[in-house]
């Protein structure tokens, strides 16, 4: 006698989705694109031969992007474009706006499609997205720390090599700024730069940058970084954007900034951690820049479960109306 099905599982809660207007259309699609297609190609480079092996190639699923843990969520379009790129016609519902904190349990997106293709994106999405959903969480738990001060959270250049624009973007939906994109962007001149420049005679500091700054274009931004006090008015003196003053103590931040005086906007740097962050704030400073955001980050536990009995055809030794996670016991 055949034992009668087991329930089915319920889906995860739709929710609707809060458009976070200052996000929109701040992802470049090519950009995406060329991320994912490389992804992919390290990641299968001849095809997916488990689930040629194991699935019938019209098999349709239908999965969920689920949180393991809250956070800030940060990656939907990049999930929807992994899931579109091995299936065109794939279905995606993003359940839960970028830049939106969610809690555990969470249905952040939704898939249908070729079940061959969505177990093809899985990873390479899984992997994006959990990165992205870790570096705006992150940069969220810092903006809080500093609320009310007026200093602006950005992030720096130490991102991983070719996900920088992905990086980035998260720091945004965290509530961040981003620093220069790279060093075409502008002038940064740090201690190496300025060694070079003077030959280690400080008396020339105020003149090789005044000149430097004449051959820039108008639209150019020039900030000069120092790591102690008496650099600042020769600094100044150049007419310079912004000053960086690097790994400085407390007291010797707000005497910066009181030297400084509005001549320049001051930025801070070093030594920026959850504990020390609102403290350096309050010294008064515009910009707080952490390379953290992006270069120590671990990724958020997100994972992609499978609901079956909604479109998947049973599998080898799955028994019908059953429920799988896809991300459990796969790397």
């Known amino acids: 006698m055949t034992a009668p099905a087991a329930p089915r599982q319920a889906a995860a809660p739709r929710q609707a989705a809060v458009p976070v207007p200052a996000l929109a259309g701040t992802l470049p699609a ?21 689930s040629q092996t194991l699935i019938p190639a019209d098999t349709r699923a239908t999965a969920v992007l689920a949180a393991r843990v809250s956070g800030v969520f940060s990656g939907g379009e990049v999930f929807a474009a992994a899931m579109k790129l091995t299936d065109s016609g794939a279905d995606v519902e993003l359940l839960v706006a970028d830049g939106t904190a969610f809690a555990a349990g969470t249905a952040l997106a939704r898939v249908s499609g070729n079940a061959r293709a969505v177990l093809l994106a899985e990873r390479v999405a899984l992997n994006l ?15 809080a720390r500093v609320d009310g001060t007026g200093a602006r959270i950005t992030d720096t250049r130490k991102t991983t090599p070719g996900l920088r624009v992905l990086e980035r973007y998260a720091v945004r939906c965290g509530g961040g700024a981003n620093h220069r994109f790279g060093l ?6 740090k201690d190496n730069h300025l060694a070079v420049l003077t030959g280690g005679d400080p008396s020339r500091l105020t003149e090789v940058l005044r000149a430097a700054k004449a051959r820039l274009g108008h639209t150019t931004h020039f900030e000069v970084e120092v790591d102690r006090m008496d650099q600042i ?10 000053i960086m003053l690097d790994n400085f103590t407390l007291a010797d931040l707000a ?9 320049a906007r001051v930025e801070a740097s070093g030594n920026v951690n959850l504990a020390t962050v609102a403290r350096i704030a309050a010294a008064g400073v515009d910009v707080i820049s952490i390379g953290g955001l992006t270069h120590s980050v671990a990724a958020l536990d997100l994972g992609l479960d499978i609901e079956l009995g909604v479109d998947l055809d049973r599998g080898p030794g799955m028994e019908p109306g059953s429920r799988r996670t896809a991300d459990q016991g796969r790397p």
Request: proline share 3%.
């Open 30 to 50: 090519a950009a995406v694109d060329a991320v994912l297609r490389a992804a992919l190609l390290e990641d299968a480079p001849y095809g997916d031969i488990t």
């Open 129 to 143: 997205v959990q990165r992205m959903s870790a570096i705006a969480s992150k940069t969220a738990e810092f903006v």
């Open 184 to 189: 075409s962007d502008a002038v940064l001149a």
């Open 233 to 242: 008015e020769p600094v100044l003196a150049a007419g310079v954007d912004t």
């Open 255 to 263: 005497a910066g900034v009181a030297l400084v005086a509005g001549r």
